[in-house]
């Protein structure tokens, strides 16, 4: 999901400039919206049904539950059932007691559904005993790598991935492009990093391995203004599992921000609801609604998103949406600081240390954004929305250069940020 912006800016906003030919076509995606019974997710059931009688008939059955579990994970991807996980969880933990001395396994899958629900400090714990225990090291350091980034720790995600001997190695080159662009901020190096390992296996049978490293090519090659080749990543995907809603979610982004074809956008997140009800899709609903200025529909897509994710299972997976929905659309700026102050204490990345400066900003303490920015933020993180957040709070505090750096540096990723957060900068950059 892409940055939101308040309807108060939406509704002044009438989208000009040149235009731009468009990317998508729903010729030839329009197969995927009428697409037969979810395949993997009737195997996944098949599956599901075998293990639980199994269990039914051995109860305490360790090999059974770690299945049931396993898969329950799996389901939770193409179904969006956030209970799933909590069950797997609980599964998981369960066999994790019996056999946590023997075994790092069931740490790492742990760590795995701790990492999906954003409990980065649990995971960390996980990984941590994982390592302890020794056996499968090289999977535990994949993993201890991904919790760092995850922590913001770069210095021991940098150690874990150094410590891989194998430079060439799938495993490497996918971890050492987020590294790349997560934090040095190089984008193209990252790429070309996962072009090398799109080579590395795009002849293996194992689909998953091409679906997930294909759709986050197209998700690069997104962020890199590279819409034809992004588009093409997604309908690639597709044509391999046409229930791969990740591919059709940037189809759709790219046919509102970059296309600006509201119509078409709509029905493809209409047909994601209806097969992967996740609350990600109101905020994309809601943007569509504000570029439409369609100030009713807009208030009910945002009023949906904050009732369903009061849901406590999801923990703070939507943190990130719900503070630029309190610091943002509803001005709310005391409760934005008290989600980036948890998110900080949580999760000490760059980014969570962005919503910090722009919430002290939002309350008027413009001397400690700053501050936070500088010290935290700057030349440490890389993500569009961050870039925004300090190019506004340089601009708050009347430092003009820094305020039309950052901006400008935002203004680059208008596709991420979509067509009304781009508006405002363009009218910020303006007022400098």
């Not at 797997?88 to 001395?101: E, G, K």
Request: hydrophobic fraction near 40%; aromatic fraction near 12%.
């Amino acid at each position: 999901m892409k940055k939101l912006f308040p309807f108060l800016f939406i509704v002044l906003f009438t989208f000009t400039g040149c235009e731009q030919s468009p990317v998508t076509n729903p010729k030839d995606y329009a197969a995927y919206l009428q697409s037969p019974p979810n395949t993997q997710l009737q195997q996944i059931d098949t599956e599901l049904f075998f293990w639980k009688n199994k269990l039914t008939k051995t109860p305490g059955d360790m090999v059974a539950e770690s299945k049931i579990a396993g898969l329950l994970t799996r389901r939770f991807g193409y179904s969006g059932d956030i209970t799933e996980v909590h069950m797997a969880d609980s599964l998981y933990r369960t066999v994790n007691y019996l056999n946590h001395t023997s075994s790092s396994g069931t740490f790492r899958s742990l760590a795995a559904n701790c990492i999906t629900q954003h409990r980065f400090l649990q995971a960390q714990l996980y990984i941590d005993s994982a390592l302890a225990l020794g056996d499968d090291k090289y999977i535990s350091v994949l993993m201890e790598f991904d919790v760092a980034m995850e922590l913001g720790n770069r210095y021991r995600a940098r150690k874990a991935l150094n410590s891989l001997a194998d430079k060439n190695s799938f495993d490497y080159l996918i971890r050492e492009a987020k590294y790349k662009d997560q934090v040095e901020g190089d984008l193209d190096a990252a790429i070309l990093l996962m072009e090398k390992a799109w080579d590395k296996i795009k002849d293996n049978p194992t689909p998953a391995l091409y679906l997930w490293i294909k759709s986050n090519l197209g998700d690069f090659y997104g962020h890199a203004n590279r819409y034809r080749e992004s588009y093409e990543c997604y309908l690639e995907v597709l044509a391999k599992d046409p229930h791969y809603y990740h591919a059709l979610k940037g189809i759709a982004w790219l046919a509102f921000s970059h296309d600006k074809d509201v119509a078409n956008a709509r029905k493809i997140v209409a047909y994601l609801q209806q097969r992967h009800p996740i609350p990600d899709y109101q905020l994309l609903l809601s943007q569509m609604a504000g570029l439409e200025q369609d100030s009713i529909r807009y208030k009910q897509h945002i009023d949906a998103f904050m009732a369903t994710t009061q849901n406590e299972l999801y923990g703070g997976m939507y943190n990130k949406y719900l503070f630029s929905i309190e610091a943002d659309e509803r001005n709310n700026a005391g409760r934005s600081l008290q989600i980036a102050q948890a998110e900080v204490a949580h999760r000490p990345t760059p980014e969570a240390f962005s919503w910090l400066a722009w919430a002290y900003c939002k309350n008027g303490d413009v001397q400690k954004a700053m501050e936070t920015a500088r010290l935290h933020v700057a030349n440490k993180c890389f993500e569009p929305d961050a870039l925004f957040y300090l190019g506004k709070i340089y601009q708050a505090g009347g430092e003009k250069k820094m305020a039309r750096k950052y901006l400008k540096a935002a203004q680059e990723s208008s596709f991420e940020l979509g067509p009304v957060v781009s508006h405002e900068i363009k009218e910020s950059l303006k007022a400098l």
